[in-house]
């Protein structure tokens, strides 16, 4: 089965640049979707097909992917960004998979 | 304004079942692939199935840890996407999510219900 690995949390400063990674066997031949979790909502997406914005994404977010990696980098990072955030592919073996998530604090 | 609006989650003892409904709205439903996305406590997402619409064929797909036990269904007349859950366990406790489900854009999950949990336990 395809496996994707996030790191369990990162950390960042207010107005810095977080970049959150999503670890998959050539993930970079897979189209790579991100969700945001704030505690106690459901999930948002926020980058699908790799970099694009779904409409009422803030510009900030982007995402890459290449490789064996994939990122999502949110820039000039604000304290309401402070949530979990999931990567996900479909696998034609697996269908859809979920990374583990990473817990994003801000200092 | 898409919404998704889940109901029936409650108290289920092991063994029992439970049919979860979502209300749509917003959308033309009978076009949409839908999905089911559940959430143990304190724990990452995980896929639980999906239906395709009527005019791809209206079939399911289910993860492995449910499927024989989990039924998903539509009733494009009513807007309603349903889950009908069986022989429940202890490890089904979680929020079930309703979501959509974007196969042209790239297989991707692009609206969420707000959840209904679901808890498993003697």
């Known amino acids: 089965s395809y496996v994707l690995t996030q790191p369990p949390s990162v950390s960042v400063a207010p107005g810095k640049t977080a970049r959150i990674t999503c670890g998959g066997n050539n993930i970079g031949s897979k189209s790579v979707h991100w969700y945001q979790q704030k505690p106690g909502q459901a999930p948002v997406l926020v980058i699908y097909y790799d970099s694009d914005r779904p409409s009422g994404i803030p510009e900030r977010f982007s995402g890459s992917n290449s490789g064996n990696t994939a990122t999502l980098t949110i820039s000039r990072v604000e304290a309401g960004d402070e949530a979990d955030y999931y990567c996900q592919v479909w696998d034609s073996s697996s269908d859809v998979v979920f990374g583990g998530g990473t817990k994003l604090t801000v200092l | ?122």
């Open chain 2, 1 to 122: 304004e898409v919404q998704l609006v889940e109901s029936g989650g409650g108290l289920v003892k092991p063994g029992g079942s439970l049919r979860l409904s979502c209300a749509a709205s917003g959308f033309t439903f009978s076009n949409a692939w839908m999905s089911w996305v559940r959430q143990a406590p304190g724990k990452g997402l995980e896929w639980v199935g999906r239906i395709k619409s009527k005019t791809d064929g209206g079939t399911t797909d289910y993860a492995a840890p449910v499927k024989g036990r989990f039924t998903i269904s539509r009733d494009d007349s009513k807007n309603t996407l349903y889950l009908q859950m069986n022989s429940l366990k202890t490890e089904d406790t979680a929020v079930y999510y309703c979501t959509t489900f974007d196969a042209l854009g790239g297989a991707n999950f692009d609206y969420w219900g707000q959840g209904t949990l679901v808890t498993v336990s003697s």
